[in-house]
């Protein structure tokens, strides 16, 4: 496949010449008409500090918040991938009562607020559910290093069953939006695929598994690794609930220090950060996944 050279325009020279004049401009603006006094020799302290104690460099409650983002959007992908695969497979039944499952399930979802769904889900789920589990007793009566470990992959224990009712909320979210990249995959397989494997006596089940699923996931890889990206984003909603992930750190900086600006362009490069690395992971695929079917 040949590359196209990048040619560069007037126009495009102009677009960036106005771009930053415009921050220019805004910075002038904060300066003179706001009179703020930038401070950004504060805020590296609040991404990393060194432990006297350990004598080593540690993360502190910028990066904290960034790493509990992670973790979060990583499981509330997984969680939802498997959910909206299920669903998606609803979708495309050949049972009426499963198609108005998984379209029911997506019309509502997808049509309320997440807000909405994270005050739901958090009471009811910590209030009602987490309880009857046991969850905070059971993580609660772990040993220090099995502490250790779920402190690790999800949260402190103080915070765990907020953090999972956090994490059920983005995962149902998100999964309405998979289902529909499932079903769309799914249902972009030639009509020929589908005759030919009745054809040779497959039941709807093995025409999924053994004939149209291996096709449909080379188009359905690239959305969902860009639904990745969409989640990392949505998890922001979370920090209502006081998870303690970058958002809310960055209300938590803002409220202690008065630092508004330094404070969310911070957060702004540091979420810019993990989606760019991601969107370029994502493009790689792509291009990965076309070479596959070429």
């Known amino acids: 496949m040949r590359r196209r050279k990048v040619k560069i325009t007037p126009l495009d020279l102009f677009v960036v010449l106005l771009l930053v004049g415009a921050g220019l401009y805004l910075a002038y603006r904060m300066k003179v008409g706001l009179h703020y006094k930038w401070k950004w020799g504060v805020i590296p302290q609040y991404l990393f500090r060194f432990d006297q104690e350990n004598n080593k460099w540690v993360a ?86 099995t502490q250790a470990v779920l402190t690790f992959l999800f949260a402190p224990p103080s915070l765990f069953t907020a953090f999972l009712s956090a994490l059920i909320t983005l995962a149902v979210f998100e999964a309405a939006y998979i289902t529909e990249i ?23 089940w093995q025409q999924m598994r053994y004939i149209v699923l291996p096709q449909a996931m080379q188009r ?32 938590e900086l803002m409220s202690a220090t008065y630092l508004t600006f330094e404070c969310w362009i911070t957060i702004g490069v540091l979420y810019l950060i993990l989606t760019l690395s991601l969107s370029l992971a994502v493009e790689r695929l792509e291009i990965y996944m076309r070479r596959s079917e070429a």
Do not use: C, H
């Open 60 to 145: 502190n409650l910028l990066m904290q918040g960034l790493f509990t983002t992670i973790r979060l959007s990583v499981w509330a992908t997984i969680l939802a991938t498997i959910l909206g695969t299920v669903m998606g497979l609803f979708r495309v039944s050949q049972s009426l009562f499963k198609r108005l499952t998984g379209r029911t399930y997506v019309e509502l979802i997808r049509n309320l607020p997440p807000l909405v769904l994270i005050f739901i889900f958090y009471f009811f789920v910590s209030d009602q559910i987490m309880p009857v589990l046991g969850v905070d007793e059971f993580v609660r009566s772990r040993s220090e290093s």
């Open 220 to 251: 359905i890889l690239p959305p969902l690794a860009g639904q990745l990206i969409s989640t990392i984003k949505d998890s922001a909603v979370v920090s209502i609930i006081s998870i303690p992930e970058l958002t809310f750190q960055g209300m």
């Open 182 to 204: 499932v079903r769309a995959g799914i249902q972009s397989i030639e009509k020929g695929q589908w005759e030919a494997s009745y054809a040779l006596g497959l039941s709807w």
